[in-house]
């Protein structure tokens, strides 16, 4: 088993940054890839970002430029970097590492982008 648990969303303005935290534990050491997601209300979840255990990163189109996705393996966490935070970004943003069983989420953490 794997457990997820995201943190550091919340309330910015239009132009603010976030930086969000998925932290791992559990069966870890079946995790190669993790990424981010996000599910915006009255639409389908959508992937941003996935970084490999080597650091290799792969970016959806449409979130290049403002999102970067990190990790620390030392800390079995991933981070979600976002700037020039845009009404458009609220939504709730999920963190996900598929491993050969099974696919891992988390609970989710929101964010609302809003003056």
């Known amino acids: 088993q794997v457990r997820l648990v995201e943190s550091g969303g919340g309330l910015v303005q239009p132009g603010g940054s976030l930086r969000l935290s998925c932290a791992a534990s559990?069966?870890?050491?079946?995790?190669?890839?993790m990424g981010w997601y996000r599910q915006a209300p009255d639409k389908q979840r959508e992937q941003i970002a996935v970084i490999s255990s080597d650091g290799y990163t792969n970016y959806v189109d449409s979130m290049k430029g403002r999102f970067t996705i990190s990790r620390d393996n030392a800390k079995n966490t991933v981070y979600l970097q976002m700037n020039n935070l845009k009404p458009e970004d609220t939504a709730v943003y999920y963190c996900n590492a598929p491993t050969p069983t099974k696919d891992y989420w988390g609970q989710g953490t929101q964010v609302t982008v809003s003056s």
């Open positions: 559990g069966s870890i050491f079946s995790i190669n890839v």
